[in-house]
């Protein structure tokens, strides 16, 4: 049963555009979201997160949009650059004493042409 | 400051032969995580620790695979006999929380191991 899904594997952008990164998910107890970035042969590293009690986070380029009553979240990244094309990972954490697990989505491949 | 050190980052090895994968978690940090990484499934979560006592060892796929924490600062994760479908991007995690309070995770460079 996959929890958090990532329906789009990849995504191509021109430098400069927009990129949109969709993730979903099923469990109502998930109460804070994370965005990690990937590079190949490295691990994944945390890049923007957003709390259940807010709807919007933004850091730099990037953009966290939640949408609760739709259980799905988006990341926005504007301007694209080339180095941002790496593997993006939505993750979920649910409250209560879970010792900080996530449950993570499939991973979805930005590649961002110059 | 070190993050969390994972070794081998590469173990080539033959079906039916034992793999033990190591992680040191980031010092101080009191949850530690591994997961596996494929192209079909992503990021799964195979078993974490919380002081050092698993807490949920569900993702584990089989008995082969096994896992200890013997101290805050060292954990393996045993594959015994391996087979080919094991192949894949082994990570381990760590963070830091108290109470229902954790911050994010922060992840090792991975050890790709190969079964033949």
């Known amino acids: 049963d996959q929890q958090v899904k990532q329906n789009s594997p990849s995504l191509s952008v021109q430098e400069g555009r927009i990129s949109i990164l969709n993730c979903d998910y099923t469990?109502?107890?998930?109460?804070?979201f994370l965005w990690y970035k990937k590079y190949p042969a490295e691990g994944p590293t945390f890049l923007i997160s957003?709390?259940?009690?807010?709807d919007k986070n933004e850091d730099g380029r990037f953009t966290v949009f939640l949408n609760k009553s739709a259980k799905h979240l988006s990341l926005h990244i504007v301007p694209s650059q080339p180095g941002d094309s790496a593997v993006y990972f939505c993750?979920?954490?649910?409250?209560?004493?879970?010792?900080?697990?996530?449950?993570f989505g499939q991973g979805t491949i930005l590649t961002v042409h110059p | 400051d070190a993050g969390v050190i994972q070794s081998p980052r590469h173990e080539v090895t033959e079906m039916g032969q034992e793999v033990t994968l190591r992680c040191k978690p980031i010092?101080?940090?009191?949850?530690l995580f591994w997961y596996r990484q494929t192209m079909m499934r992503g990021l799964e979560l195979l078993i974490y620790?919380?002081?050092?006592?698993?807490?949920?060892d569900s993702g584990m796929p089989e008995d082969r695979f096994s896992a200890k924490m013997p101290n805050a600062s060292f954990s393996t994760l045993k594959i015994q006999p391996s087979e080919p479908r094991d192949s894949a991007v082994y990570f381990c995690?760590?963070?830091?929380?108290?109470?229902?309070?954790?911050?994010?995770?922060?992840f090792g460079p991975g050890t790709r191991l190969t079964v033949l």
């Open positions: 995690a760590s963070t830091l929380g108290r109470g229902v309070s954790y911050n994010e995770q922060f």
């Open positions: 469990n109502s107890m998930f109460d804070y």
């Open positions: 957003i709390s259940s009690i807010k």
């Open positions: 993750a979920a954490r649910a409250g209560g004493t879970s010792y900080g697990k996530l449950t």
């Open positions: 010092s101080g940090h009191n949850s």
């Open positions: 620790f919380n002081n050092n006592v698993p807490i949920d």
